[in-house]
T-cell receptor, first 116, second 113 residues
Framework: AQKITQTQPGMFVQEKEAVTLDCTYD???????LFWYKQPSSGEMIFLIY??????QNATEGRYSLNFQKARKSANLVISASQLGDSAMYFC?????????????FGSGTRLLVRP | KAGVTQTPRYLIKTRGQQVTLSCSPI?????VSWYQQTPGQGLQFLFE???????NKGNFPGRFSGRQFSNSRSEMNVSTLELGDSALYLC????????????FGEGSWLTVV
């Protein structure tokens, strides 16, 4: 069964430093996509970055990069130069069956707190 | 470009009542999915609609239903509300073809008392 695991319930990082949020996944489908979302206290889920299972290079979006290690089934999010506004919940999610349903399976999330 | 719009943002209902939540997807997006988020269960998939047809359904009781209109706007309905239905309900929109863009709205906070 598909599953997403985020083992860090909470993390601290100093402002301007980099931080890595861990995500491992389990699937038997060779075609899948991995997503990271940020959720501030307001509740909105903000899309950060996407990695497809067939993508050869790690995805990057501004200060966000995804460290994709397919053999280890991990898709860690790296945030460079942390800002106070980065304090939020972060969710890793997976989509299987890339040609049909847009159902996402979410991990339990990591709460990131950026210290000034 | 307008994002995913969910209404209402906050609502309080009494046990036994029903509620309807609305979601307007990003213009051009034909797939709308709904998720329930609670502290205990996390984020759980409710259902997905594409071109007015339910394409996938999560493991929720029949009290939870949804529909999609020809303009891609979607509604979800919960009947006979229970205290455990108190949650943040999130709507996501996508183009509907294979791709990597799934955007969420701000959510509807439902409290059942």
């Amino acid at each position: 069964a598909q599953k997403i695991t985020q083992t860090q319930p909470g993390m601290f990082v100093q402002e301007k430093e980099a931080v890595t949020l861990d995500c491992t996944y389990d699937t038997s489908d060779p075609s899948y996509g991995l997503f990271w979302y940020k959720q501030p206290s307001s509740g909105e889920m903000i899309f950060l970055i996407y990695q497809g299972s067939y993508d050869q290079q790690n995805a990057t979006e501004g200060r966000y990069s995804l460290n994709f290690q397919k053999a280890r089934k991990s898709a860690n999010l790296v945030i460079s130069a942390s800002q106070l506004g980065d304090s939020a919940m972060y969710f890793c999610a997976m989509r299987e069956g890339m040609d049909s349903s847009y159902k996402l399976i979410f991990g339990s999330g990591t709460r990131l707190l950026v210290r000034p | 470009k307008a994002g995913v719009t969910q209404t209402p943002r906050y609502l309080i209902k009494t046990r036994g009542q029903q509620v309807t939540l609305s979601c307007s997807p990003i213009s051009g997006h034909r797939s709308v999915s709904w998720y329930q988020q609670t502290p205990g269960q996390g984020l759980q998939f409710l259902f997905e609609y594409f071109s007015e047809t339910q394409r996938n359904k999560g493991n929720f009781p029949g009290r939870f239903s949804g529909r999609q209109f020809s303009n891609s706007r979607s509604e979800m309905n919960v009947s006979t509300l229970e205290l455990g239905d108190s949650a943040l309900y999130l709507c996501a929109s996508s183009l509907g073809r294979s791709g990597n863009t799934i955007y969420f709205g701000e959510g509807s906070w439902l409290t059942v008392v």
